[in-house]
């Protein structure tokens, strides 16, 4: 090789290496020149994963907060029977009615929806009352350890325009007991054919035209 270099003329050997130089500039214009963006993407999906792990950290440590909430509303609705939650929910709203001063003017129909943990109760009621008799009634409803939340409001002035009225839907969720399963029948034992044991009969012959029975 170096001897068919040393015989070409200075002017070959520029020819030549200029032909190098072009394919070297073609070769990295096509193979090393449209990987140039790849470092930068590659840093840019670190840092979203970066970011999602961290997420996911922070939710993960909030777990047994989000257990023990889940324990808390548990423990709010299983101590109120089925057959006493539409009166302690109609109980409740009345109570707190009375309390915080306003007036129930009507009481829709308690509607009932469930799914796998907890039966959901819902009412539309019209209220009517002063502004902080309205804004404490609605508070003190959904306070402490109530199971009773608002879900829908409105509020219009009355006739006079001296007090409000609001229709408010109301719900309250309460968690469903789970029943035990019946117990199962044990099956009756089989012989070995597979049918259940009787007793034997007992084996007659027959002489002439009687049949005697052999002890």
């Given at each position: 090789?170096?001897?068919?270099?040393?015989?070409l003329k200075?002017?070959?050997?520029?020819?030549?290496?200029?032909?190098?130089a072009?394919?070297?500039?073609?070769?990295?214009?096509?193979?090393v020149f449209?990987?140039f963006?790849?470092?930068?993407?590659?840093?840019?999906?670190?840092?979203e994963?970066?970011?999602?792990?961290t997420?996911?950290?922070?939710?993960?440590?909030q777990?047994?907060?989000?257990?023990t909430?889940?324990?808390?509303f548990?423990?709010e609705?299983?101590?109120?029977?089925?057959?006493?939650q539409?009166?302690?929910?109609?109980n409740?709203i009345?109570?707190?009615?009375?309390?915080?001063?306003?007036?129930?003017?009507?009481n829709?129909?308690?509607?009932?929806?469930t799914?796998?943990?907890?039966l959901?109760?819902?009412?539309?009621?019209?209220?009517?009352g002063g502004?902080p008799?309205?804004?404490?009634?609605?508070?003190?409803?959904?306070s402490?350890?109530?199971?009773?939340r608002?879900?829908?409001?409105?509020?219009?002035?009355?006739q006079?325009?001296?007090?409000?009225?609001?229709n408010?839907?109301?719900?309250?969720s309460?968690?469903?007991k789970?029943?035990a399963?019946?117990?199962?029948?044990?099956?009756?034992?089989?012989?070995?054919?597979?049918?259940?044991?009787?007793?034997?009969?007992?084996?007659?012959?027959k002489?002439?035209?009687?049949?005697?029975?052999?002890?």
């Amino acid at each position: 090789m170096s001897a068919y270099w040393n015989n070409l003329k200075p002017f070959e050997k520029r020819v030549v290496v200029g032909i190098a130089a072009f394919f070297f500039v073609v070769l990295n214009f096509f193979f090393v020149f449209p990987h140039f963006s790849d470092l930068s993407a590659v840093h840019a999906r670190m840092e979203e994963a970066q970011a999602k792990l961290t997420r996911y950290e922070n939710e993960f440590a909030q777990t047994n907060g989000y257990l023990t909430g889940l324990r808390g509303f548990e423990k709010e609705g299983q101590d109120v029977a089925i057959e006493d939650q539409a009166f302690q929910f109609t109980n409740a709203i009345q109570a707190q009615a009375g309390q915080s001063g306003v007036r129930v003017l009507s009481n829709g129909r308690i509607n009932t929806q469930t799914n796998q943990s907890f039966l959901e109760k819902s009412q539309t009621i019209s209220v009517q009352g002063g502004e902080p008799q309205l804004v404490d009634f609605l508070y003190n409803l959904g306070s402490g350890s109530s199971q009773i939340r608002v879900r829908d409001l409105g509020v219009r002035p009355d006739q006079p325009r001296q007090q409000l009225v609001a229709n408010v839907k109301l719900v309250a969720s309460y968690q469903k007991k789970v029943t035990a399963r019946p117990a199962t029948r044990s099956p009756v034992p089989a012989t070995k054919s597979g049918t259940p044991a009787t007793k034997p009969a007992t084996p007659t012959e027959k002489t002439g035209n009687t049949t005697t029975k052999r002890p």
